[in-house]
């Protein structure tokens, strides 16, 4: 059973920045593409980020221009770089595959919370 691990969240003042790392205990992740989802209080899960296992990306308009995907296939590991925290963007931060594909089990996920 394949195991995700996600880190890297905090408190941020609006306009900061943080870098998400979600590591998946696969030796096939070169092989699948990834997304990085979100969940707020009271709101369903989104997808906010997806990355091919070419490397290709794609976004939710909400965070298009300040979030960045990224993998390191050598580390089984799936990044997301966000810039210009809007206190919106407060939620708790997972990885799995995309949404057309069968999900692993969930991650405890990582909680994001921008606040001045």
């Known amino acids: 059973q394949v195991q995700l691990v996600e880190s890297g969240g905090g408190l941020v003042q609006p306009g900061g920045s943080l870098r998400l790392s979600c590591v998946a205990s696969t030796i096939a992740f070169s092989t699948y593409s990834m997304g990085w989802y979100r969940q707020a209080p009271g709101k369903q899960r989104e997808l906010v980020a997806r990355?091919?296992?070419?490397?290709?990306?794609n976004y939710a308009d909400s965070v298009k221009g300040r979030f960045t995907i990224s993998r390191d296939n050598a580390k089984n590991t799936v990044y997301l770089q966000m810039n210009s925290l809007k206190p919106e963007d407060t939620a708790v931060y997972y990885c799995?595959?995309?949404?057309?594909?069968?999900?692993?089990?969930w991650g405890q996920g990582t909680q994001v919370t921008v606040s001045a």
């Open positions: 990355i091919t296992s070419g490397a290709g990306t």
């Open positions: 799995n595959r995309p949404p057309w594909a069968p999900k692993w089990p």
